[in-house]
């Protein structure tokens, strides 16, 4: 296993830049998703890694070495792709050998090694198998078999689930997670499904538009996003940004909306509003933070139910304020209708505020 | 309740006569293009083991009284001039055709894998350029070729024949084949670059065997389109050793009056090749024209 350094990693395709400037360390054994919306430089990110395309400037490193100008082959490396990518004419049992024959293993040890990957994905009595007599999650199997077998200090995962139906979806997530506990392997894991990268990544790093948003923890990630990009997109459903105005009144800090309500900070979150590089600001909270009042209650403001759809332990409510649209959950016992008026009240210790210009997080100064 | 399935509503009935009208309809067509082609080649076959005086008969001999092999004797026979004649025609053509599949195999795949696989400059020009050739009728080359030939010195041999069956040849190959090559998932490359194969190797090794029938196909095609050419053959080539099949068998039977079961027979053994060759690869060449329409 080994560790894995970004530094300023460029890509560019004419005047496109699909990767702008990424930095960021995978440490040995570490489990990182790389997520975002489609076209966010996630798998150029991932393929720059793979060196399957050439970088345009900036530095990769693989363990200790530098392998910018590396065949993939020499990179010691080992990629799990998302339509799988196993050899048709060849049986499950040469689709799991060919890495090592590439390697000019003995025989012997070839089978001994395409036999032990075989018992531990539970594929033993697949192996004489062609790829196209397989299921989804049974080619996914074999694709996964085919990385683990050769030992590579990297493995590289190209959304390896979006292929797979939900409930196998579910099911190989876990498998992939175990995978990487039992093996402390070093995982890039790319997926555009935040919840994925929530569920297996160690960190997770964002990104949007070529740039990467914020590279962390999946909690704090989740707790402190850095931008307005990281607050909508990891989380579902997404956190509620609201356009409001800062004014300071005899000491106090309020948020005001242009449909005539106000908001008042507390001390914290006055501070927070006062680093701001401008008089907008962006109120962020998420829906288990917003409570719902069906009457007036002194801090809450007044909104109407837009939708509202039940889950079954949870039911979500859509008001619109402001010109956003609020996401509320609220307890199924709470009933709702759609149209009615409803009151919100925030909660000032959960609450984030971005500024309007710059979309950044604001801090407390 | 079945007997409500079993009776069809009134509005049906003219419907479906309608439609076996137009089955029926179809089905004659299609016997009749069968006979159209299939009798002439029953004629040829039946003519080739008539005698001479029998294949002159009129009314004909539907079946030969006498069938015989003779003319097939005549014909394999390397003791005499016929038989020298027609066996040297035949290896003169099996040289031709040999030599303008393999080298079309030869360029025609590189370069698909190129057209599909890499960005280049003058990428779509080149395409183009490939395709314009089969634009215009082959007899138009005809003469600028032979100029051509004449300048660099290729008249009267076999190479002349090879380049330009090439020309005819490539860009039909080049198309198909790149049809394959766009239906194989570039991940596949990918994958087995990683996986420890160098590019060249990931191109030998995963996606060769996965165009076989497409190559295949294209050597079918370029070996059955110079078996049977006439027309350059007989421009290019005046030596009578050199001469291929469809020009041997035309001028030699006109020079020795017209011996119809002798030309039969050389008519049949000249088709005999290209049927065997469809016949073993057919399953392939079939798999290649349909391939990328039904995959995934």
């Known amino acids: 296993m080994a560790h894995v350094v970004l530094k300023d990693l460029v890509k560019t395709y004419g005047g496109f830049k699909a990767v702008n400037e990424v930095s960021l360390t995978v440490n040995d054994g570490e489990f990182v998703a790389l997520v975002g919306p489609s076209g966010c430089g996630k798998t150029t990110t991932l393929n720059l890694i793979a060196g399957l395309i050439p970088i345009t400037s900036g530095d990769i490193v693989i363990g200790d070495q530098v392998v910018n100008d590396l065949d993939p082959k020499d990179r010691d490396i080992a990629m799990v792709f998302q339509n799988y990518a196993l050899y048709p004419q060849k049986s499950v049992y040469m689709n799991l050998a060919f890495p090592l024959q590439m390697r000019k293993l003995p025989k012997a040890e070839i089978d001994k090694k395409v036999r032990e990957a075989a018992r531990v994905l539970d594929m033993t009595q697949l192996l004489e198998r062609k790829p196209r007599e397989l299921s989804g999650g049974q080619q996914q199997r074999v694709a996964l078999g085919r990385a683990l077998v050769r030992d590579p200090a990297v493995f590289l995962m190209d959304e390896p689930l979006s292929n797979l139906d939900a409930k196998l979806r579910v099911q190989m997530r876990s498998e992939i997670k175990r995978f990487h506990q039992d093996l402390k392997a070093t995982i890039v894991y790319v997926t555009h499904d935040q919840l994925e990268a929530v569920t297996m990544a160690d960190r997770m790093a964002v990104m949007n538009g070529g740039y990467l948003q914020q590279y962390d923890s999946p909690a704090q990630v989740f707790a402190h996003p850095a931008n307005m990009f990281v607050a909508s997109f990891v989380g579902s459903p997404a956190m509620s940004l609201i356009p409001l105005e800062a004014s300071t009144a005899n000491g106090d800090t309020v948020l005001k909306s242009a449909e005539g309500w106000s908001l008042q900070l507390s001390q914290r979150n006055a501070r927070k509003a006062q680093s701001a590089t401008t008089r907008k600001i962006v109120l962020g909270a998420r829906h288990s933070t917003i409570k719902l009042h069906k009457s007036a209650v002194p801090g809450a403001i007044p909104a109407k139910a837009y939708t509202v759809e039940p889950t079954g332990d949870v039911t979500f409510v859509q008001a619109l304020l402001s010109g956003a649209i609020v996401n509320i959950s609220v307890s199924p016992n709470i009933a709702v209708k759609p149209d009615e008026q409803i009151w919100l009240e925030f909660d000032q210790e959960r609450m984030h505020l971005f500024d309007g210009e710059t979309e950044m997080a604001l801090e407390a100064a | ?296």
Not at chain 2, 239 to 246: D, W
Not at chain 2, 274 to 288: M, P, S
């Open chain 2, 1 to 296: 309740m079945s007997t409500i399935a079993e009776t069809p509503p009134r509005g049906q009935a003219p419907r479906r006569m309608r439609i076996d009208g137009w089955r029926w309809g179809g089905r004659i067509f299609l016997v009749f293009m069968l006979l159209y082609t299939a009798l002439p080649m029953a004629w040829m076959l039946i003519t080739s083991i008539k005698s001479g005086f029998a294949a002159m008969q009129f009314p004909p001999q539907w079946w030969p009284d006498q069938p015989t092999l003779a003319s097939y004797q005549k014909l394999l026979d390397p003791q005499n001039s016929v038989g020298q004649d027609f066996l040297r025609f035949f290896w003169n053509s099996l040289f031709v055709s040999t030599a303008t599949t393999v080298l079309s195999v030869i360029v025609a795949v590189p370069a698909a894998y190129a057209f599909s696989r890499f960005t280049f400059p003058g990428r779509n020009f080149l395409f183009f350029t490939v395709l314009l050739r089969n634009m215009f009728p082959a007899v138009i080359f005809l003469v600028p070729l032979f100029i051509l030939m004449r300048a660099i010195g290729l008249v009267n041999t076999h190479g002349s024949l090879v380049l330009t069956y090439l020309t005819f040849g490539l860009p039909l190959a080049i198309w198909l084949l790149k049809g394959f090559y766009d239906n194989i998932p570039v991940q596949l490359e990918q994958a087995a670059r990683i996986d420890g194969a160098t590019r060249f190797q990931a191109f030998i090794l995963i996606v060769m065997p996965l165009s076989t029938p497409g190559i295949i196909a294209t050597a079918i095609y370029s070996f059955i389109g110079a078996w049977n050419e006439y027309i350059y053959a007989y421009t290019f080539l005046s030596k009578n050793e050199q001469l291929t099949l469809p020009v041997g068998i035309q001028r030699f039977f006109s020079e020795n009056t017209t011996d119809f079961p002798g030309l039969m027979a050389a008519s049949f053994m000249m088709s005999v090749p290209v049927v065997v060759l469809f016949l073993v690869l057919q399953r392939y060449f079939v798999r290649a024209l349909t391939e990328g329409a039904v995959k995934h």
